[in-house]
């Protein structure tokens, strides 16, 4: 099983700042690395895949990078509507394994 | 516009069962691999179960492999659940997901949930 590592539980950044996300995979999965964003009482919703493409109506100021282990989701110029719970996971192999969430809080 | 809508949560007691089922619209059902992912209160998200377009293919999470089983009825443009020997554990809120497409699973869609509370 690949193992998704979100190392910050929780950021806490100021609106209008930028925000720097990282999420590790226990071995080379590519690009196969996606980022989901959750709000409270709301479902998931899909930002970023093949690790740096925004999803249909995703803003500019997200943006994903990296490849193999190592990966990076930004959010540049903090809106209020962006804090919440950010995921990644990787679909590189059966099972399909999430990071453990990283928390975007004021 | 596409719709997942789940429906079949409760309660139940440890060793019960539950179906769990997922009317989707908005899409060519029959196209498209479905999952089930769950997410335990205050917790992560956690893949369970994936069945492929023509459902002749499934994969499961070690953590339910054996106890839930995946289907889907493409006639009724509706996926399926059955979990059996269910733990306090499995509380959760289960979400049914469609695939971005075939052999890319990651989720471009998903359903509101739907709770499933294990307690005696």
């Known amino acids: 099983e690949i193992v998704m590592t979100q190392s910050l539980d929780t950021l806490s950044v100021s609106p209008g700042e930028r925000a720097t996300l990282s999420c590790r995979a226990s071995?080379?999965?590519?690009?196969?690395l996606v980022w989901y964003q959750q709000k409270p009482g709301q479902a998931p919703r899909l930002l970023i895949y093949g690790a740096s493409t925004r999803a249909t109506g995703i803003p500019a100021r997200f943006s994903g990078s990296g490849s193999g282990t190592e990966f990076t989701l930004t959010i540049t110029s903090l809106q209020s509507e962006d804090f919440a719970v950010y995921y990644c996971?990787?679909?590189?192999?059966?099972?399909?394994?999430f990071g453990g969430g990283t928390k975007v809080e004021i | 516009q596409v719709y997942l809508v789940e429906s079949g949560g409760g309660v139940v007691q440890p060793g019960g069962s539950l179906r769990l089922s997922c009317a989707a619209s908005g899409f060519t059902f029959s196209s498209f691999g479905m999952h089930w992912v769950r997410q335990a209160p205050g917790k992560g998200l956690e893949w369970l179960a994936y069945v492929r377009y023509d459902g002749r293919r499934t994969q499961y999470a070690d953590s339910v492999k054996g106890r839930f089983t995946i289907s889907r009825d493409s006639s009724k443009n509706t996926l399926f659940l059955q979990m059996s020997s269910l733990r306090p554990d499995d509380t959760a809120v289960y979400y049914c997901?469609?695939?971005?497409?075939?052999?890319?699973?990651?989720?471009?869609?998903w359903g509101q949930g739907t709770l499933v509370t294990v307690s005696s």
């Open positions: 071995q080379s999965i590519s690009s196969n």
């Open positions: 997901v469609k695939e971005y497409r075939d052999n890319v699973e990651f989720f471009d869609y």
């Open positions: 996971q990787h679909h590189h192999a059966w099972p399909l394994t």
